[in-house]
């Protein structure tokens, strides 16, 4: 079986609300589509994260000075177990 996955990469939160409503109703829309939410850096807003995943274990999240191998291997491993 294939998934399909978005991964979606970010460094901060949504800072207009219409801008949040617009990825919220787009995420809503692909429901046979696995999203990845991906957050780096200080300035992510978790919260609004989990709004547009099913479930907010799939959030991964790193620092901003974080190895290129282990954000890699985590991004895999969300991917794996979807």
Request: no cysteine; hydrophobic share 40%.
């Amino acid at each position: 079986m294939f998934w399909q996955v978005i991964i979606f990469f970010t460094d901060h939160k949504t800072s207009l609300k219409h801008e949040r409503g617009l990825v919220e109703n787009q995420v809503k829309d692909m429901k046979d589509i696995k999203l990845l939410p991906v957050a780096v850096g200080p300035h992510v807003n978790i919260r609004e994260l989990e709004t547009i995943t099913d479930n907010k274990l799939d959030i991964i999240h790193f620092g901003e000075y974080e190895k290129p191998e282990t954000v890699s291997t985590r991004i895999w491993h969300g991917i794996a177990i979807t």
